[in-house]
């Protein structure tokens, strides 16, 4: 056999043992014995290196580490979906399905384990893969395919024997099993890493990496779950198109069922949340769909969920834990947060020890007492909570809580208005309310000031170098380099980064200065509203803030107070004279949106095409006649007829006219923040 044939027949016998463990689960060979295979092609390539081809099972792991991620537009958006908490919203799905549809008998549906990973698109270009990315917000997501290609579980080739698309873009889940990732684990605790709280934050942060040669290391799997766009074959149903993937070479969960009407979304939804612990990998819920293709396209979206899927939710994990005590938090705002202190225990896959309690209505309501057992609960992300007291272990003795009558960091009288659920810290210059201004004026979302957190604000507040945010500029690089573990690299550093976010845009500056009722969405409005110009939001009345859409009352007057207080307009003059400058408003260049073709087609409602076209050419986009296959996105108003058409045949994004409008709104303040 020569050189190049045994190349051959490793690579054939590598892929064929590849499909067997991830996608048939039907292993012939030891692992052991697949990475003899892989060593000996490794050994054969070396000494060949011309024979070397890309989708070679060693070629997996090839390009050298990035700088940062790039990013992708999806040909179609990577939609979410809406939940049900219950039986009854399964129920109340299964009619809504069926009185848009106008069918009575039962509806051919799908049901899906719902996998806690990462959503993923693959991009398959006549066979290959071309490049694959995250959901990201759903319209543009990471580029990471160098870091999916290390997956073994995802072909670099498609398998043949099916049609294969000129595109194919297939969505699916990346995950980590239990048993895979309690071993990556030990393995780091072994070697001093700090291990991973849970498999979704685990794979997640392995598909965040810059080299892909970590994530290569990372026992990372995929299931395939939906399709984006695919060019030269059409399929009837969901079904139908997820028989298809394994053909490909693509692993499909083998719990997916196909059967009809509620009483079968419900049967499966039982099934897997009893099953749940057993299961190789966590489910965080189920997944139903609509099987046929034509049916979901009648049914269609609503703001990024599609009418034909919703996610069944398994209820929280709850478990009991003692509360050890109550520590009360004092924010920026001189909210008064209780917090309780728990025996850690793990929930979901985290090990928690501490739980806001919100307020002092929610304790009295709960009763939560120091010494209390308490049910808690972490739903996903969800910062955990207490459920209930389990007041039959309550230990004889306990008292009533209740928040303390004076801060408890700078002894001040709290007060707590009536009809207001926070109780506040009623001194400005209370030092747990100047650092977390100050913190929060320095964090990465408002001016970014990288090494301002807060170790450094708490000893410079300390040493009373600093007690408001204007200080933050009057530092000096002696000042600084004089702290605690501060070396003169670092302080240089420091200044360096001071004199950076002096350059910053208005939305970011307006957040920053932390105004109550001024969130960063609000922060956007308002650059644009005023184009960018301080002096002129200064200026500005509250008739002329409440015509802003999105602004209310209760905003406009939190502005006009804030920029009345004599001691704020003084912090902002001094801002000023520090050399502050805001970034003009509209920087089409730096928008997600520049060079995009739109198409508009039938008749808008909310406003005018002019409008429309003048919206699309701000974000360096441009508005065209007539449909191709340069066109982006297709917004398609009342009555669209053959563009419409002609958009769905060529995969083009169509947008509703709703759905342009919101992305006018992200983009245009995207394109104005760096
Ligand atoms: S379908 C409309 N199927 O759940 C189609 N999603 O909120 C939306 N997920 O971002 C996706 N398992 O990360 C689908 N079998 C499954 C899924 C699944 C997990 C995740 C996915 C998505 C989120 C939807």
């Given at each position: 056999m020569s050189v190049a044939e045994e190349i051959s027949r490793l690579r054939k016998a590598?892929?064929?043992?590849?499909?067997?463990?991830?996608?048939?689960?039907?292993?012939?060979?030891?692992?052991?014995?697949?990475?003899?295979?892989?060593?000996?092609?490794?050994?054969?390539?070396?000494?060949?290196?011309?024979?070397?081809?890309?989708?070679?099972?060693?070629?997996?792991?090839?390009?050298?580490?990035?700088?940062?991620?790039?990013?992708?537009?999806?040909?179609?958006?990577?939609?979410?979906?809406?939940?049900?908490?219950?039986?009854e919203e399964v129920y109340a799905f299964d009619t809504a399905v069926k009185k848009s549809l106008d069918i009575e008998t039962d509806i051919d549906y799908v049901a899906e384990p719902k996998l806690d990973g990462l959503a993923v698109e693959l991009v398959y270009e006549n066979g290959n893969f071309a490049y694959g990315s995250t959901r990201g917000d759903g319209i543009t997501?990471?580029?990471?395919?160098?870091?999916?290609?290390?997956?073994?579980?995802?072909?670099?080739?498609?398998?043949?024997?099916?049609?294969?698309?000129?595109?194919?873009?297939?969505?699916?889940?990346?995950?980590?099993?239990?048993?895979?990732?309690?071993?990556?684990?030990?393995?780091?605790?072994?070697?001093?890493?700090?291990?991973?709280?849970?498999?979704?934050?685990?794979?997640?942060?392995?598909?965040?990496?810059?080299?892909?040669?970590?994530?290569?290391?990372?026992?990372?799997?995929?299931?395939?779950y939906s399709k984006g766009h695919i060019t030269d074959m059409t399929f009837a149903?969901?079904?139908?198109?997820?028989?298809?993937?394994p053909r490909w070479g693509f692993p499909v969960n083998p719990l997916i069922e196909r059967g009809r009407g509620a009483k079968f979304m419900v049967e499966f939804f039982r099934r897997m949340e009893a099953r749940r612990d057993e299961l190789p990998y966590d489910i965080d819920g189920v997944v139903f769909k609509v099987n046929s293709f034509a049916q979901q396209a009648q049914l269609g979206v609503r703001s990024r969920n599609p009418r034909w899927a919703i996610a069944g939710k398994f209820k929280a994990q709850q478990v009991s834990t003692i509360v050890n005590d109550i520590e009360v938090q004092v924010g920026r705002t001189g909210a008064l947060t209780p917090v309780a202190k728990l025996e850690p225990v793990t929930v979901g896959g985290v090990v928690v020890s501490n739980a806001?309690?919100?307020?002092?209505?929610?304790?009295?309501?709960?009763?939560?007492?120091?010494?209390?057992?308490?049910?808690?609960?972490?739903?996903?992300?969800?910062?955990?909570?207490?459920?209930?007291?389990?007041?039959?272990k309550r230990p004889p003795g306990t008292a009533v809580y209740f928040l303390p009558d004076d801060c408890p960091v700078c002894g001040h009288r709290v007060s707590r208005p009536d009809g207001e659920a926070v109780a506040r810290c009623q001194n400005m210059a209370c030092p747990a309310q100047v650092k977390g201004r100050i913190e929060h004026f320095a964090a990465k979302n408002c001016l970014n000031i990288?090494?301002?957190?807060?170790?450094?604000?708490?000893?410079?507040?300390?040493?009373?170098?600093l007690s408001d945010v204007a200080d933050i500029y009057d530092l000096t690089r002696n000042q600084l380099a004089g702290l605690e573990r501060m070396g003169e690299k670092s302080a240089a550093n420091i200044m360096a980064e001071i004199e950076k976010s002096k350059h910053t845009t208005l939305a970011r500056f307006i957040f920053a200065l932390g105004i109550r009722n001024v969130g960063e969405h609000a922060a956007k409005l308002l650059e644009q509203a005023f184009a960018g110009k301080l002096e002129r939001l200064r200026k500005t009345s509250f008739d002329e803030l409440i015509a802003i859409p999105e602004i209310g009352d209760i905003m406009a007057q939190s502005l006009l107070d804030f920029f009345a207080d004599p001691s704020n307009a003084g912090i902002l003059d001094r801002l000023l004279a520090a050399g502050f400058t805001f970034q003009t408003v509209i920087k089409p260049k730096d928008s997600a949106l520049a060079g995009k073709i739109f198409v508009f087609t039938g008749s808008l409602e909310k406003i005018s095409r002019t409008e429309a076209k003048t919206m699309v050419e701000k974000q360096g986009a441009r508005a065209s006649a007539s449909v191709s296959s340069k066109t982006n996105y297709v917004v398609a108003g009342q009555g669209a007829g053959s563009k419409l058409t002609k958009a769905q045949t060529l995969g083009i994004r169509i947008l509703s006219e709703e759905e342009f409008l919101q992305l006018m709104s992200n983009k245009s303040s995207d394109g104005t923040t760096p």
């Open positions: 590598l892929i064929e043992h590849n499909l067997r463990y991830y996608v048939e689960d039907d292993p012939i060979i030891s692992d052991g014995e697949y990475d003899r295979l892989l060593r000996n092609l490794e050994k054969l390539e070396k000494q060949h290196p011309e024979l070397i081809t890309p989708d070679s099972p060693t070629q997996r792991v090839g390009a050298p580490p990035l700088k940062t991620f790039g990013t992708i537009t999806h040909r179609q958006p990577l939609l979410s979906l809406a939940n049900a908490m219950n039986e997501g990471e580029d990471i395919t160098q870091n999916l290609r290390t997956i073994r579980a995802i072909p670099l080739k498609l398998r043949d024997g099916l049609t294969i698309p000129g595109i194919l873009e297939v969505r699916g889940e990346v995950f980590m099993n239990k048993a895979d990732f309690e071993k990556m684990n030990a393995r780091r605790l072994k070697s001093g890493e700090a291990p991973f709280a849970n498999p979704r934050n685990a794979s997640a942060g392995s598909l965040r990496q810059l080299d892909a040669r970590i994530t290569a290391t990372r026992p990372l799997r995929i299931y395939c149903s969901h079904y139908e198109f997820l028989s298809a993937l806001t309690l919100h307020n002092q209505d929610e304790i009295r309501r709960k009763d939560i007492r120091i010494g209390d057992t308490v049910l808690i609960q972490r739903a996903g992300d969800v910062i955990p909570e207490v459920v209930k007291v389990i007041t039959a990288e090494g301002f957190g807060a170790k450094l604000v708490d000893q410079l507040v300390e040493k009373e170098l």
